[in-house]
């Protein structure tokens, strides 16, 4: 079957109807430009009790590796003293916010994985939605948390974790000896044990 040809008027006429077909007027201003389009923000990683986005404990413990799960922030490699003792860990930042902090299960073998996940930024959610900044008050399911009071690095917080989140633990700083429902949430954990 042969094609029909069409000439430079009937080309014409069918850009002109295709275009208001499609309610667009060819002279307006108001369509993007050509290879211009809208920047999609991706909404930050939850921390749950399977680990953090697409880290978990098998992850090594390597900053590419960490920057390729996290393509939205700066990952940072670095080295810090506890106890006289230097480690080292991958801090994440978003600008120039930190976000959250990575530990390795073993210092001397990144391939051994992640021990621990510290999110110290409120964008990242954990489960039904508790963020650093919360009020202990406004936290979801306080009343079925189990907690205790922290002691060594941690002396000074109640340490809380959730139902059905044994991997989780949530640091509210106490004042007096206590936690008041007006306490926010200084930090979300995650531990590989």
Not at 28 to 41: F, K, R, T
Not at 152 to 158: C, D, K, R, S, V
């Amino acid at each position: 079957m042969a094609k029909p040809k069409l000439g430079f008027m009937g080309l014409a006429l069918l850009t002109l109807v295709l275009a208001s077909g499609c309610g667009q007027d060819l002279n307006s201003d108001a369509s993007l430009p050509i290879g211009q389009e809208e920047e999609v923000q991706a909404s930050p990683p939850p921390l749950s009790n399977a680990g953090w986005g697409e880290i978990s404990g098998e992850t090594p413990f390597e900053g590419d590796r960490i920057q390729g799960k996290l393509p939205q922030y700066r990952v940072e490699t670095g080295v810090i003293s506890q106890e006289g003792e230097s480690y080292p860990v991958i801090d994440v930042f978003d600008g120039e916010t930190q976000v959250a902090q990575l530990d390795p299960k073993n210092p001397n073998r990144p391939q051994a994985g992640i021990l621990r996940i510290t999110i110290v930024d409120p964008s990242i959610p954990g489960p039904e939605g508790v963020r650093v900044g919360m009020a202990w008050g406004d936290s979801p399911n306080r009343e079925q948390f189990n907690c205790f009071s922290g002691e060594g690095p941690t002396t000074g917080y109640q340490i809380c974790s959730p139902p059905n989140g044994p991997q989780l633990q949530y640091l509210y700083p106490m004042t007096g000896g206590a936690v008041g429902d007006r306490t926010p949430l200084d930090r979300l954990i995650w531990l590989n044990f």
